[in-house]
């Protein structure tokens, strides 16, 4: 009997080694059964330095032998809620998300959160931080206040006209920081306002009209390099590019250029590689059951006709 005994335990005992050694390999073609899938959703990606952070964090995702499911909701609140329900449903471990509204993504990450799902927010903060595990973005307000301090060093005062994306906090702390700096000289004055969401297409017919409404116009802070861009087609358009100043955020490839040839004043550059890299690294902690920071701010510099040389044109930092 008790041989009988020892033989049936011995062949439980291999039965279950061979369960486990079932379970745990895979025997996809593919070698994919057990890849983490991670979820991204963009703003937009009609924006090259989204595309870069994206490239960032799925570089680090499938160098972990993981999935990057990447989504644009092309400036949509209702598309974006969405998508990350779609997210969601395909089983994504992690969330990035980069809000179009940052007080109307809510709902989004109320979804993660029942879902049991954590989520980085990353280039623009969200209204309530604590639906999200972090958040990496630049130090916004100083990158505002960046382009204010060079121009009360190279100008005595001026007329402003504003391009901003108000549904963006990184784009409100840009503006804010560049207006605190500013006040308390009384020899600048913003003239013009105009929403335009951080878009090429949409900033250049907006610059034109302010620039036909108030002629005087001799600076221009944008929230970011596309609508920079925007707002000097426009100026050539009426030839007015050679005297009114051009602030951006960014440090695009073709913004440096333009500063390199005095068609654009000046940057505050950010990096959309370290954004990608350090939101893609912290995730990893987070599987691994590790602390991470609530939110991290990297600093931007400027970047102007002064201290650019043609080396510097290429590329992001």
């Given at each position: 009997?008790?041989?009988?005994?020892?033989?049936?335990?011995?062949?439980?005992?291999?039965?279950a080694a061979?369960?486990?050694?079932?379970?745990?390999?895979?025997?996809?073609?593919?070698?994919?059964?057990?890849?983490?899938?991670?979820?991204?959703?963009?703003?937009?990606?009609?924006?090259?330095?989204?595309e870069v952070?994206?490239?960032?964090?799925?570089?680090?995702?499938?160098?972990?032998?993981?999935?990057?499911?990447?989504?644009?909701?092309?400036?949509?609140?209702?598309?974006?809620?969405?998508?990350?329900?779609?997210?969601?449903?395909?089983?994504?471990?992690?969330?990035?998300?980069?809000?179009?509204?940052?007080?109307?993504?809510?709902?989004?990450?109320?979804?993660?959160?029942?879902?049991?799902?954590?989520?980085?927010?990353?280039?623009?903060?969200?209204?309530?931080?604590?639906?999200?595990?972090?958040?990496?973005?630049?130090?916004?307000?100083?990158?505002?206040?960046?382009?204010?301090?060079?121009?009360?060093?190279?100008?005595?005062?001026?007329?402003?006209?504003?391009?901003?994306?108000?549904?963006?906090?990184?784009?409100?702390?840009?503006?804010?920081?560049?207006?605190?700096?500013?006040?308390?000289?009384?020899?600048?004055?913003?003239?013009?306002?105009?929403?335009?969401?951080?878009?090429?297409?949409?900033?250049?017919?907006?610059?034109?009209?302010?620039?036909?409404?108030?002629?005087?116009?001799?600076?221009?802070?944008?929230?970011n390099d596309?609508?920079?861009?925007?707002?000097?087609?426009?100026?050539?358009?009426?030839?007015?590019?050679?005297?009114?100043?051009?602030?951006?955020?960014?440090?695009?490839?073709?913004?440096?250029?333009?500063?390199?040839?005095?068609?654009?004043?000046?940057?505050?550059?950010?990096?959309?590689?370290?954004?990608?890299?350090?939101?893609?690294?912290?995730?990893?902690?987070?599987?691994?059951?590790?602390?991470?920071?609530?939110?991290?701010?990297?600093?931007?510099?400027?970047?102007?006709?002064?201290?650019?040389?043609?080396?510097?044109?290429?590329?992001?930092?």
């Open positions: 009997m008790r041989k009988i005994f020892f033989a049936v335990t011995i062949a439980l005992s291999l039965m061979g369960f486990y050694h079932f379970v745990t390999t895979d025997y996809s073609a593919r070698q994919n059964e057990h890849r983490r899938k991670l979820g991204a959703v963009y703003m937009t990606l009609n924006n090259p330095f989204y952070i994206d490239e960032e964090i799925r570089t680090v995702v499938e160098n972990h032998g993981d999935i990057l499911i990447s989504r644009d909701p092309a400036l949509s609140v209702e598309k974006q809620l969405e998508e990350i329900q779609n997210l969601i449903d395909a089983e994504v471990e992690l969330i990035f998300i980069n809000p179009v509204d940052w007080t109307k993504v809510e709902p989004a990450l109320e979804l993660a959160r029942a879902a049991k799902i954590p989520v980085i927010a990353i280039d623009t903060n969200v209204e309530d931080d604590t639906l999200v595990n972090c958040t990496v973005v630049s130090d916004n307000y100083s990158a505002g206040v960046q382009c204010a301090e060079h121009l009360l060093k190279n100008s005595s005062g001026g007329k402003i006209a504003l391009l901003k994306h108000s549904q963006a906090r990184s784009s409100i702390d840009r503006i804010q920081g560049f207006l605190d700096k500013i006040s308390a000289n009384k020899n600048f004055e913003v003239v013009a306002q105009a929403e335009c969401f951080g878009q090429l297409e949409i900033a250049m017919p907006a610059m034109e009209n302010m620039i036909d409404a108030h002629p005087e116009i001799n600076i221009v802070m944008a929230l596309p609508a920079a861009m925007g707002a000097i087609a426009a100026l050539q358009n009426v030839n007015r590019l050679g005297d009114v100043k051009v602030y951006g955020v960014d440090g695009v490839p073709e913004t440096k250029e333009m500063i390199f040839s005095r068609r654009m004043t000046a940057t505050a550059g950010q990096s959309p590689r370290k954004i990608g890299r350090i939101a893609a690294d912290r995730a990893y902690k987070i599987f691994d059951g590790k602390s991470v920071e609530k939110i991290i701010k990297l600093p931007t510099h400027l970047i102007s006709s002064e201290n650019i040389s043609s080396t510097d044109i290429d590329g992001w930092n």
